[in-house]
């Protein structure tokens, strides 16, 4: 099976860094999409930045100029680099990967984490 995991995040106050990682294990053929969503309390959940194939990358615009998604193929790991956190950043933060699971898949799925706690306290 597939499976993806977050880590890297924690407890920092306004204007820290963190830097989140994202690596899916298991049967993966190919990662064609890789992304990063949050869920803030009482809030929907969120993309807040996207890296799909061809190397293109994507943000909203909240966290623009403050975080940088990247990933390295080879380890089918995700990064997100987030520098000058604000408080509005607290959430629950997910990554995501489209997984075509062998050469032979009839279809690409898409996998969660279970997701990292940031907290960026003011």
């Known amino acids: 099976q597939v499976q993806l995991v977050e880590s890297g995040g924690g407890l920092v106050q306004a204007g820290g860094s963190l830097r989140l990682s994202c690596a899916a294990t298991g049967s993966i053929f190919s990662t064609n999409f890789m992304a990063w969503y949050r869920q803030a309390p009482g809030k929907q959940r969120e993309l807040v930045a996207a890296?799909?194939?061809?190397?293109?990358?994507n943000y909203a615009d909240s966290v623009k100029g403050r975080f940088t998604i990247s990933r390295d193929n080879a380890k089918n790991t995700m990064y997100l680099q987030m520098n000058s956190l604000h408080p509005a950043d607290t959430a629950v933060y997910y990554c995501?990967?489209?997984?075509?699971?062998?050469?032979?898949?009839?279809?690409?799925?898409?996998?969660w984490g279970q997701g990292t706690q940031v907290t960026v306290s003011s």
């Open positions: 995501t990967a489209r997984v075509r699971r062998s050469w032979s898949a009839r279809r690409e799925y898409d996998y």
């Open positions: 890296i799909p194939s061809g190397g293109s990358t």
